[in-house]
């Protein structure tokens, strides 16, 4: 079994710091009671001033069970005085620090908020129903754009919901300092939220943060505006972990450890409502949300579908989702030694025939006689090979190849209903099975022209999964290139203009081949120009030099 280490969880703790207002603890807290707003439609909730401490407070500032003594054992020693560090303290004098026995790190000003004999009260009711109908910090009062209080009974409690547009309202109004916006580092957040997660194998990142999303109903909008996420997730190993936590050592290092902050936290200057509003439209969020394709895929396969079809434009990420959900359906990484055994990972193109995929005959010439021997293709080969066991096939660009000639008899084999059955070859003798847990995912081109149409019967045996542009992605690969966050969002405006007006895609991963802003335009003239050109034919030139040219001109160096 797996923990996160102390100090792992303390580094976590260090980056959090004055990335927000304390305030933030009850919005978190109503999203974790199940606030949400999707597709126009606001869940409510019912929070009460009486109830004992929650399951969701905890989740957020619970530490251990001998936090709390220790706390006051500290506070009895003056430990917390003279701390000259952004550590944890009391906030109400001596007294007042024995009453709380939950932390949640964002402020050093405010850093046991949380009482551990009417949290509810002290967290939302007093904040959320009450005191938050007269503030106004920045402008903006909570209960006229963040929270609508429907209901209010001392004896039933409150009802309430999350209002349109909060989000963008949430995102200044939650600012740890006026004119800078909320700016928690998602990575070291999901640390945080995960580090009373107990584990049977040590975790990816993505694996925690899916489970710290799910836990607190976190849209994708809500990530962009209210977190900050680094271009690279951290890779957690084995040494992020422990199997035997020593509570002790936990609560001292949290509250007098070395204060190592991690660099790279920027706190975003707070922009207006309709600059946000901007850009989430231009990001994508504004629309109907979708299942993320590797999600989707999950999902499917975990429903016991073994064929998928990743559809979509060059450059969306198929290939990189193909071998993100091989590793999750067989929990092996691409740099273990079994991968090469397990994995099968071919690309299709013209030449490809039914004798390099399931099985050919080779001519022998032995003591002057000519005999044919059969030699099993890629495929049959692998099938063979792990006839027994998981295993993964990822067939790249499948529509670039004749397929009904390729795969031969195995079209039908595909199909749930007919894997393990054993079918005579006719070609070489022998027989071929398709294992009942081979996971087949194929990539397909949508827009290129040169590719074999694929016909119904085939498309019937697929779960096809869609993959579109990730203007979001796009807006990491961009800041990994040292982009601005403004010039970011300048040149995705730009991409997404040219795809309108050309009807050309283009994918996220585009860009990735872009160095840095000043390699923008020669980029555009030596990639992106030639693809569009082709795609357009010389019938609508004009498009690319009349509409498109001018607008990468102001990229030129």
């Known amino acids: 079994m797996f923990q996160l280490k102390p100090a792992t969880i303390v580094r976590s703790a260090r980056a959090m710091f004055n990335t927000a207002h304390s305030d933030i603890i009850v919005f978190l807290t109503m999203k974790a009671l199940g606030a949400q707003f999707v597709n126009g439609i606001s869940t409510p909730i019912q929070v ?64 046991f908020l949380l009482r551990k004999s009417d949290s509810n009260r002290s967290v939302i009711w007093t904040r959320g129903v009450d005191e938050w109908k007269t503030e106004n910090r920045y402008g903006i009062k909570p209960h006229e754009s963040i929270i609508e209080l429907l209901s209010k009974n001392k004896g039933q409690g409150a009802e309430l919901r999350l209002r349109p547009d909060y989000v963008y309202a949430a995102s200044r109004f939650f600012g740890p300092s006026e004119g800078s916006a909320c700016s928690i580092p998602w990575q070291a957040f999901v640390i945080w939220c995960s580090r009373n997660e107990i584990f049977d194998h040590v975790p990816a990142f993505d694996e925690m943060a899916s489970l710290v999303r799910q836990r607190l109903s976190i849209s994708d909008e809500e990530l962009h505006v209210l977190f900050v996420q680094s271009p690279e997730a951290p890779t957690l190993s084995a040494q992020d972990f422990d199997s035997d936590r020593d509570d002790s050592e936990y609560n001292t290092l949290l509250c007098f450890g070395e204060p190592s902050l991690p660099t790279g936290i920027v706190l975003r200057k707070a922009a207006t409502l309709e600059q946000l509003k901007f850009e989430s439209q231009l990001l994508g969020f504004t629309e109907a949300p979708q299942m993320k394709p590797f999600d989707l895929a999950r999902r499917m396969w975990q429903q016991g579908n073994r064929n998928l079809l990743f559809v979509g434009a060059p450059r969306t990420g198929k290939s990189y989702c193909a071998l993100r959900v091989a590793e999750d359906y067989l929990g092996i990484s691409q740099n273990e030694d079994v991968w090469g055994s397990k994995v099968l990972h071919i690309q299709f193109h013209q030449e490809w025939r039914y004798g390099d995929f399931i099985q050919k005959q080779i001519p022998q010439l032995s003591e002057g006689r000519l005999s044919v021997e059969p030699e099993a293709g890629v495929f049959l080969a692998h099938c063979r090979a792990n006839d027994q066991r998981k295993s993964v096939v990822i067939i790249e660009e499948i529509n670039r190849a004749n397929v009904a000639a390729v795969f031969g008899e195995s079209f039908y084999l595909i199909e749930m209903a007919y894997r393990g059955r054993h079918l005579p070859l006719p070609f070489g003798g022998g027989t071929l099975a398709i294992p009942d847990q081979l996971l087949l995912i194929a990539t397909m081109n949508n827009i290129d022209r040169s590719t074999y149409p694929l016909d119904y019967a085939l498309l019937a045996r697929f779960r096809s999964i869609p993959f579109d542009v990730d203007y979001r992605q796009m807006l990491h690969f961009l800041q990994r290139r040292d982009f601005s966050h403004t010039d970011a969002l300048r040149v995705i405006a730009d991409m997404r203009q040219i795809s309108e007006l050309t009807k050309y895609p283009i994918g996220q991963a585009h860009l990735v081949e872009v160095k840095d802003k000043a390699d923008l335009y020669d980029w555009y003239i030596t990639v992106l120009r030639p693809s569009l050109q082709l795609f357009l034919t010389k019938y609508q030139e004009n498009v690319v030099t009349g509409q498109v040219d001018p607008i990468m001109e102001r990229y030129r160096a």
């Open 48 to 111: 009460t001033g009486t109830n004992p401490l929650t399951e969701q407070l905890r989740y957020l500032g619970w530490i251990n069970d001998s936090f709390e003594d220790f706390v006051e054992t500290c506070n009895s020693e003056n430990k917390f005085q003279n701390a000259q560090l952004p550590l944890p303290s009391a906030t109400q004098g001596s007294s007042a620090a024995t009453k709380y026995s939950l932390f949640f790190p964002i402020t050093t000003n405010a850093r």
